[in-house]
C-alpha cells in the first residue's frame, strides 16, 4: 500500500452554508450551460457516481447510495454537520482558499473550523481590484490604492489568483495603458461592470509576480498559447507560476512544468470529474510533469462533497498508479512513497511556505 500524508488542498473554495433541495443539489455538481439531458440528472456524470461512491460512508450510509436517499441523509445531518463529516473526512490537513466566489460561502476560517485543517486565503486579484475601485474617486487614486492593496495583501495571503483571460498579451503594459484601461473601466465599474480589462489583467499579474508570492493562474483552453508566453517572459523573474485547473490540457501544463523551473502544476479538478478514469488522468500528469513540480488540489467549491471526492479520488487514484508501477517492477515502495509525499503534501508545503507560518 502507498502510505499517503494529510493531503494540502492547493486550490479550493468556501462551502455553502445553506441547506440544499435535490434540483439545486445537481446544479452545483456540474459547470453546464443548460440543464441534463431528457431523463437524466447531473448525478449520471462521472462526478455524480464519485460523489455516491465516496460520501455516503462519511455520513453514515453504503457507498452507492441512491441520489434521494443520500440528500435526505443530508438534510438529517444539516448542512454545516454534513460539511463537517465530509471535510475532515477527506484527509486533508491544510487549505489554501479562493474568496473570490460568489455565494453564501464559508471563509478561510470556517472552512478551517469545520475541516479541522489550517486554511489560508489565495487573494483573487480581481476580486481585490474591484474592491479598490469602489472606493477610489480618480484614476491616479485607483491606481495608488491598488498597488498598496496588492501590497497589504501580500503580507497576509499565501498566494494571488487569476484568471487572465484569453488572447493577453506576455509582457507588462505601458504606464500610459494602465491609466487609459483604468480611466475606461472605472467608468463601467460605476454601472456594475465586473474587472475583464485585458490591459488592467496584465497589470494585475506583473504586479503579482513582482511580490514574491506565488500566482495561480486559471487559464481556459482559449488562453493556453497566451498562457506559454506569460511563461516564458517570467521566467528568470524569481514568482512562481501554478497552473490550475487544465483538464483536458493539462498535458501542456504538465510539460510547461517540466520545461521552466519556476512553474507548476496542479490536479485539479480533472480528478474528481473524471472519477473512474482519474488514474489515467493522473499517470498522464505523472508522465510529464517532475514529481516535484506537481501538486493536489481538489479544485471543490461549494459543495463540500466536491472537496472529499477531490481528496479520496486522488488518493486511490495515486494509491493505482504508483502501486501498479511498483508491481510491474519499475519502482520500489521507498521511491513510490516518497514521490507521493510530494504530490500530496510536500510540493504545496514548499512552494507556499506553509511551514515557515506560525
Same mark, same amino acid.
Given at each position: ?23 439545486? &443539489?445537481? %446544479?452545483? $455538481?456540474?459547470? !453546464?450551460?443548460?440543464?441534463? =439531458? /431528457? *431523463?437524466?440528472?447531473? @448525478?449520471?456524470?462521472?462526478? +455524480? ?92 487614486? &485607483?491606481? %495608488?490604492? $491598488?498597488?498598496? !492593496?496588492?501590497?497589504?495583501? =501580500? /503580507? *497576509?495571503?499565501?498566494? @494571488?489568483?487569476?484568471?487572465? +483571460? ?193
Amino acid at each position: 500500500m502507498i502510505e499517503t500524508p494529510p493531503l494540502v488542498d492547493q486550490y479550493c473554495h468556501g462551502v455553502l452554508r445553506t441547506e440544499l433541495g435535490l434540483g439545486t &443539489f445537481e %446544479a452545483q $455538481l456540474l459547470p !453546464a450551460a443548460g440543464p441534463p =439531458a /431528457a *431523463g437524466t440528472t447531473f @448525478f449520471d456524470t462521472q462526478t +455524480g457516481f464519485a460523489v455516491r461512491r465516496w460520501c455516503p460512508p462519511l455520513l453514515g450510509l453504503e457507498p452507492h447510495a441512491a441520489p434521494a436517499r443520500y440528500l435526505a441523509r443530508r438534510r438529517e445531518l444539516g448542512a454545516a454537520e454534513s460539511a463537517r463529516l465530509l471535510l475532515r473526512g477527506s484527509g486533508v490537513t491544510a487549505y489554501l482558499v479562493d474568496t473570490g466566489e460568489s455565494g453564501d460561502l464559508t471563509g478561510p476560517k470556517e472552512l478551517a473550523l469545520a475541516g479541522d485543517a489550517e486554511a489560508l486565503e489565495a487573494v483573487r486579484l480581481e476580486l481585490l481590484a474591484e474592491q479598490v475601485a469602489d472606493t477610489s474617486g480618480t484614476v491616479a487614486a &485607483f491606481l %495608488a490604492n $491598488l498597488a498598496e !492593496a496588492v501590497h497589504h495583501a =501580500a /503580507a *497576509g495571503a499565501a498566494a @494571488f489568483t487569476c484568471a487572465p +483571460g484569453p488572447g493577453f498579451a506576455a509582457e507588462p503594459p505601458g504606464p500610459g495603458e494602465v491609466r487609459g484601461a483604468a480611466g475606461r473601466w472605472l467608468e463601467r465599474r460605476a454601472r456594475g461592470g465586473a474587472l475583464r480589462d485585458p490591459v488592467l489583467l496584465r497589470h494585475l499579474l506583473w504586479s503579482a509576480v513582482s511580490s514574491g508570492l506565488p500566482l495561480q493562474l486559471r487559464a481556459c483552453a482559449e488562453e493556453q498559447a497566451s498562457l506559454t508566453g506569460f511563461v516564458r517572459a517570467t521566467e528568470g523573474l524569481g514568482a512562481r507560476l501554478v497552473l490550475l485547473g487544465a483538464y483536458p490540457h493539462h498535458r501542456h501544463a504538465a510539460a510547461l512544468a517540466a520545461a521552466f523551473p519556476h512553474v507548476y502544476a496542479d490536479t485539479g479538478t480533472a480528478l474528481g470529474r473524471t472519477g473512474a478514469g482519474a488514474a489515467t488522468v493522473l499517470a498522464e500528469l505523472l508522465e510529464l510533469a517532475p514529481f516535484g513540480k506537481l501538486m493536489f488540489s481538489s479544485g471543490g467549491s461549494r459543495l463540500p462533497e466536491l472537496h472529499a471526492v477531490g481528496a479520496l479520488v486522488f488518493r486511490e487514484a495515486l494509491g493505482r498508479v504508483l502501486g501498479g508501477w511498483v508491481a510491474d517492477g519499475a519502482w520500489s515502495w521507498r521511491d513510490a512513497d516518497r514521490v507521493a509525499a510530494l504530490v500530496a503534501a510536500g510540493n504545496a508545503r514548499r512552494v507556499y511556505r506553509l511551514d515557515e507560518r506560525g
